[in-house]
């Protein structure tokens, strides 16, 4: 067997774990926030009851606002941004920093989520974040699977960097909308 030979036998498999990878991620937030109790007293930076859902509301729309960033960028770098022009050199560095400020934002407000509320289906609302929130870093992982891979499709890395944003767009659309529009308190 040729050394060519044995490269295309081991990408299927390659593939299938990148496939499988992001799948397992959002699976395993889904069942850990349904099988650990939930904790509803438990705090944000020292935010508790109502200052700490008015604090992930006001993290989680930081977060949107870099999403929406991160989407401009993303289309300015691949020239899809209308009347923008080509993009410097330093659009893809700071496409990728504000990339990590986003995930690294993200997590104080998913462990309070997951930990204090685990997954919950009381209602469609509750549903809809409960799942949005259970993909979230599933999607995130296939995103950055695909910005290595130099083997996918023109279409995969949009198609992955839109999904991103789509359930950044919902989280905020089911919690922090939601607060900020004067619906109870608690999620």
Excluded: N
């Excluded at 949107?64 to 410097?88: D, E, F, N, S």
């Excluded at 659009?91 to 504000?98: E, K």
């Excluded at 462990?111 to 209602?123: K, L, N, P, R």
């Excluded at 949005?132 to 279409?155: E, H, M, Q, T």
């Amino acid at each position: 067997m040729t050394e060519h030979t044995g490269e295309r036998k081991r990408r299927p498999a390659r593939m299938m774990a990148g496939f499988l990878l992001p799948v397992a991620v959002a699976v395993g937030v889904y069942v850990f926030g349904r099988t650990h109790t939930p904790d509803y007293t438990r705090g944000l930076f020292g935010q508790h009851g109502v200052g700490v859902i008015d604090l992930k509301a006001r993290l989680g729309s930081a977060l949107m606002a870099l999403a929406v960033v991160q989407l401009l960028l993303g289309l300015w770098m691949y020239r899809r941004l209308p009347g923008a022009g080509a993009a410097p050199h330093r659009v893809q560095p700071t496409h990728r920093l504000i990339g990590l400020l986003a995930f690294l934002l993200s997590l104080p407000i998913a462990y309070q989520c997951v930990i204090a509320y685990g997954v919950e289906f009381s209602s469609s609302r509750v549903a809809v974040h409960s799942i949005a929130g259970c993909l979230l870093y599933g999607v995130f992982v296939a995103k950055v699977l695909v910005v290595r891979s130099r083997r996918l499709p023109g279409w995969a890395l949009p198609a992955a960097g839109g999904a991103l944003v789509v359930v950044i767009a919902l989280l905020w659309y089911t919690a922090a909308l939601w607060f900020f529009a004067g619906s109870a308190p608690g999620f």
